[in-house]
């Protein structure tokens, strides 16, 4: 994912799509009391649009896969008109990629939204949504990375619980398959914990757990990708942290840019305001040139330890395999000493 692209990105949207409209902008705000919007179950059958608001899809086999993945599951699929095109890196200009999230929440047809993939570019859409119309046909919205931009503002503006977890290009194992039916067939409340196996080993060496604080807590999930957090600190697209349950991933940054990072969340107030904490992985993330960095564990123990909330890392969250499927402004509890994540209320309506 080009994150700084991203970044650079946020500044260009008073300026360079001029022919969009910010008459939504103030329509639609999420208050304390407010009820949260839930998606229908999904059966086999239904129909499943494709889109691609983020990143340029760059090979044909990547729509085919995506396809072949929920097909496979029993669905139908529509794709949406734009997923083909291209600007710069994004899949298309924000006037095409905007107009296919309309058009799928828009077609009484489509039951359920799967993003193909993340990259960069989604921010840039916010101002330009039709809040109204999403919290007019609530659907189930599927994606991670760049979509935590389209996660985040749907719940801020409509409190739509909307799902971070595999995209279309994502490796879709046995797991996350089983994971998918589970949650969104069976509408089930489920615990979220890393595999324990430890195969021919005497003690577990993959996918391990570290509480950096002991303790449960119980909150609201909200979270996504820590770049895409952080650069929409100010806006009015990042919901209220207050009592929340904060999770973060993270890929191909620089432990440097990663402390910034979590400065940038600890200055706009949002750490003080949580109630527990999980951080996931941070896929190929290193120390900076030159004179090196802090370690992922020393930035840890810099902002969370001394919150004195539950807390730990290494969940199964981020550009991984086995990811889990997250339902973003859920009810849930978390214990930092088993490493678990578990729903407290069902996510979809039967």
């Not at 896969?65 to 139908?76: C, D, P, S, V």
């Not at 993340?118 to 991670?144: F, M, T, W």
């Not at 799902?163 to 490796?171: D, N």
């Not at 003080?272 to 290193?286: A, S």
Request: proline content about 3%; aromatic content about 10%.
């Amino acid at each position: 994912m080009d994150k700084r692209t991203f970044l650079k990105s946020l500044g260009l949207v008073a300026t360079g799509i001029p022919a969009l409209s910010f008459a939504q902008e103030d329509f639609f705000e999420t208050k304390a009391d407010q009820k949260k919007l839930f998606a229908q179950v999904l059966r086999k059958g239904d129909t499943i649009g494709l889109i691609a608001p983020a990143g340029v899809i760059d090979t044909e086999e990547a729509i085919v896969m995506t396809r072949e993945i929920f097909e496979n599951f029993g669905f139908k699929i529509k794709e949406g008109k734009h997923i083909r095109s291209r600007y710069g890196n994004f899949a298309g200009k924000d006037e095409e990629r905007l107009a296919d999230i309309h058009s799928m929440f828009a077609d009484k047809e489509v039951k359920a939204i799967v993003c193909i993939r993340g990259g960069a570019g989604a921010s840039r859409l916010l101002p330009h949504i039709d809040y109204q119309l999403i919290a007019n046909n609530p659907k189930v919205l599927l994606g991670y990375s760049d979509i935590t931009a389209l996660i985040m503002a749907f719940y801020k503006k409509t409190g739509l619980i909307s799902f971070h977890g595999a995209v279309g290009i994502s490796t879709w194992s046995n797991t996350v398959a089983k994971n998918f039916e589970n949650q969104f067939f069976l509408n089930q409340p489920a615990q979220f914990a890393n595999p324990t196996e430890k195969g021919d080993n005497f003690i577990q060496y993959k996918e391990r757990i570290t509480t950096l604080n002991s303790g449960q807590a119980t909150g609201t999930l909200l979270g996504g990708n820590l770049t895409l957090l952080s650069g929409l600190c100010g806006s009015a697209y990042l919901p209220d942290f207050k009592n929340a349950i904060l999770f973060l991933e993270e890929v191909d940054e620089n432990i440097e840019r990663v402390d910034r990072m979590f400065c940038q969340l600890k200055l706009a107030g949002i750490l003080d305001q949580i109630k527990g904490f999980v951080f996931g992985k941070c896929t190929d993330c290193g120390p900076a040139g030159g004179y090196g960095s802090l370690t992922l564990e020393q930035v840890l123990n810099d902002y969370i330890k001394p919150l004195g909330i539950p807390a730990y890392s290494g969940a199964m969250i981020g550009h991984i395999a086995n990811q889990f499927i997250l339902p973003v402004g859920a009810q849930v509890k978390i214990d930092a000493d088993k490493g678990t994540i578990t729903l407290l209320e069902k996510v979809l309506k039967d």
